[in-house]
């Protein structure tokens, strides 16, 4: 019996005693529902890369609700090689690459938040085990859910079976700050899921240069509201308040300022100082 959608999503390591499971929903979703691959006896489908993925999975209780693959760059192969010779493709296959692939949400849970949960999983484990990119075939029909967590296609596609793929790409540093868009998405997300990575969730901030404060709170002021929750601790960015003689002098000239341009390379304050 399936656990009820009010308990947590719980996110971990697929263990070798659940990989039977995927292997028959494999079979399931890319053979009898998407029709890539023939539908066999057997009811299960593996391949060769198998014994080199992991598998990150999505469970509902007991029941794997879906599940992704990543890929090593120890792998001897990426399944993107099936399909696109790596040197006709415009980043390198090194130590720094991992493929995520299979992204799976079985039919009873999907609609939900699974998919950018099981793809922000995968981008964490990369992350924290050094990949500085990313590569990935995804399904031509949800190509939006891909670009929405930062992939890049390459304009490059492949047929497999009934189903046609984009290759897709993006840097692990471009993919978190492409994030930047969408964080309170994964605040709420982080709120939903019971988080059993081995990894955390969010990453480990170094020092910010100029700049990263309007991300958080959004480049085009649509997020003011979130500017209560982040630290303005830019280099150029003061976390203490500013001297009441600045905040007298703001406001006795505040109606003058907002209709006026500051010259952009402050030479009135260079001068000054």
Same mark, same amino acid.
């Given at each position: 019996?399936?656990?009820?959608?009010?308990?947590?999503?719980?996110?971990?390591?697929?263990?070798?005693?659940? *990989?039977?499971?995927?292997? *028959?929903?494999?079979?399931?979703?890319?053979?009898?529902?998407?029709?890539?691959?023939?539908?066999?006896?057997?009811?299960?489908?593996?391949?060769?890369?198998?014994?080199?993925?992991?598998?990150?999975?999505?469970?509902?209780?007991?029941?794997?609700?879906?599940?992704?693959?990543?890929?090593?760059?120890?792998?001897?192969? &990426?399944?993107?090689?099936?399909?696109?010779?790596?040197?006709?493709?415009?980043?390198?296959?090194?130590?720094?690459? &991992?493929?995520?692939?299979?992204?799976?949400?079985?039919?009873?849970?999907?609609?939900?938040?699974?998919?950018?949960?099981?793809?922000?999983?995968?981008?964490?484990?990369?992350?924290?085990?050094?990949?500085?990119?990313?590569?990935?075939?995804?399904?031509?029909?949800?190509?939006?859910?891909?670009?929405?967590?930062?992939?890049?296609?390459?304009?490059?596609?492949?047929?497999?079976?009934?189903?046609?793929?984009?290759?897709?790409?993006?840097?692990?540093?471009?993919?978190?700050?492409?994030?930047?868009?969408?964080? *309170?998405?994964?605040? *709420?997300?982080?709120?939903?899921?019971?988080?059993?990575?081995?990894?955390?969730?969010?990453?480990?901030?170094?020092?910010?240069?100029?700049?990263?404060? &309007?991300?958080?709170?959004?480049?085009?002021?649509?997020?003011?509201?979130?500017?209560?929750?982040?630290?303005?601790?830019?280099?150029?960015?003061?976390?203490?308040?500013?001297?009441?003689?600045?905040?007298?002098?703001?406001?006795?000239?505040?109606?003058?300022?907002?209709?006026?341009?500051?010259?952009?390379?402050?030479?009135?304050?260079?001068?000054?100082?």
């Amino acid at each position: 019996m399936s656990a009820p959608h009010n308990t947590k999503l719980r996110i971990a390591v697929v263990a070798d005693s659940d *990989r039977e499971t995927i292997y *028959r929903l494999r079979h399931a979703v890319y053979a009898v529902e998407l029709r890539q691959h023939p539908v066999n006896a057997a009811g299960q489908l593996r391949d060769e890369l198998d014994p080199h993925n992991l598998y990150l999975g999505a469970f509902q209780g007991d029941t794997m609700a879906g599940f992704i693959s990543i890929t090593p760059p120890s792998a001897p192969r &990426f399944s993107v090689d099936k399909y696109f010779p790596r040197d006709s493709l415009p980043f390198p296959f090194d130590a720094g690459l &991992f493929e995520v692939r299979l992204l799976t949400v079985l039919p009873a849970h999907r609609g939900r938040d699974i998919n950018i949960t099981l793809m922000y999983a995968a981008l964490r484990w990369v992350e924290t085990h050094g990949g500085n990119r990313i590569v990935a075939i995804g399904r031509r029909e949800i190509m939006g859910l891909y670009e929405g967590v930062g992939l890049k296609p390459m304009g490059r596609q492949a047929r497999s079976g009934a189903v046609i793929y984009e290759l897709m790409s993006e840097t692990t540093a471009g993919i978190r700050n492409y994030l930047c868009r969408i964080d *309170r998405i994964l605040a *709420r997300i982080q709120e939903n899921v019971d988080w059993q990575l081995g990894v955390p969730f969010w990453p480990a901030n170094g020092c910010y240069h100029g700049g990263a404060f &309007f991300q958080a709170i959004g480049v085009e002021f649509d997020r003011l509201e979130t500017r209560r929750d982040v630290i303005n601790a830019d280099v150029l960015d003061a976390w203490f308040p500013p001297s009441p003689k600045v905040m007298l002098a703001l406001r006795d000239n505040l109606d003058w300022l907002v209709a006026t341009s500051p010259p952009t390379g402050c030479e009135g304050l260079i001068s000054v100082i």
